[in-house]
């Protein structure tokens, strides 16, 4: 015959042993919840709000002579344009490699000034603030408890920074100007709390870490503890009402 109280006894332990365990966790994926649900994503996380698309590429009167004096020594694989702080850039894939042509003036592989990139990054910026700071840079500089990595290992970017209520930062690849991402103190925060979450504190990527998995265990094993003796309660507090 099943002991009611000896049942509950170890549901009571089990529940408290787990508590320690995955309290801190679960406080953690609810914070993160209310983060994710409060947060607008697409206008403040992803920059909708105060970032326009790149302009749609237009191919200058001439490119096409520009190309083949280009080219004329190598056997051209593929042809991509872009646009770009220097205007429009082809990349041009042979035997030797890439190449970037910039069609303005034909040079082939250089690299925007600051001024080029200042001027790309403002046509592009919507929001209500001033630009503050034009910088080339290997990689951002981590924050937050050093999880978060704004461009995720990528290197040579231009940065530029605008001093609105969320400080964006527009990013730009640094031997091109092409334009990559939008970041933001927000977007800071919300990948801090999503590497939180799924508790890849590395790549903030893998959901179906070894890490997370043992954790959802334990939450699991807490909540059903914890709902077993909500029924316990229940049935005694029945049982006495009677």
């Keep these: 015959m099943i002991n009611g109280r000896r049942v509950q006894f170890w549901t009571r332990r089990i529940h408290r042993l787990f508590a320690?365990?995955?309290?801190?966790?679960?406080?953690?994926?609810?914070?993160?919840?209310?983060?994710?649900?409060w947060v607008p994503f697409d206008g403040l996380i992803k920059g909708g709000d105060v970032l326009q698309p790149p302009p749609a590429v237009s191919l200058p009167e001439g490119w096409l002579e520009q190309l083949q004096a280009?080219?004329?020594?190598?056997?051209?694989?593929?042809?991509?344009?872009?646009?770009?702080?220097?205007?429009?850039?082809?990349?041009?894939?042979?035997?030797?490699?890439?190449?970037?042509?910039?069609?303005?003036?034909?040079?082939?592989?250089?690299s925007p000034t600051a001024e080029q990139v200042?001027?790309?990054?403002?046509?592009?910026?919507?929001?209500?603030?001033?630009?503050v700071d034009v910088e080339r840079i290997d990689r951002p500089s981590a924050k937050v408890l050093g999880l978060v990595d704004e461009l995720y290992d990528r290197r040579d970017v231009w940065r530029v920074s605008f001093d609105d209520w969320v400080g964006?930062?527009?990013y730009f690849e640094g031997a091109t100007g092409r334009y990559l991402?939008?970041?933001?103190?927000?977007?800071?925060?919300?990948?801090?709390?999503?590497?939180?979450?799924?508790?890849?504190?590395?790549?903030?990527?893998?959901?179906n870490n070894l890490l997370l998995t043992v954790a959802a265990a334990c939450a699991l094993v807490f909540s059903l503890s914890g709902l077993l003796l909500m029924l316990q309660t229940a049935w005694r507090q029945l049982r006495i009402s009677r």
């Design 20 to 37: 320690y365990l995955i309290g801190i966790q679960v406080l953690l994926w609810i914070l993160g919840g209310v983060v994710f649900a």
């Design 70 to 110: 280009s080219t004329a020594d190598q056997e051209l694989r593929s042809l991509r344009s872009h646009a770009s702080a220097q205007g429009v850039l082809l990349e041009l894939e042979s035997s030797e490699g890439i190449r970037w042509l910039r069609l303005a003036d034909g040079v082939v592989n250089a």
């Design 118 to 131: 200042s001027a790309y990054a403002s046509s592009l910026y919507r929001g209500g603030g001033g630009l």
């Design 168 to 170: 964006t930062r527009l």
């Design 181 to 207: 991402t939008v970041r933001n103190d927000f977007w800071v925060l919300y990948d801090a709390f999503w590497r939180l979450h799924i508790m890849d504190y590395r790549r903030g990527a893998d959901f």
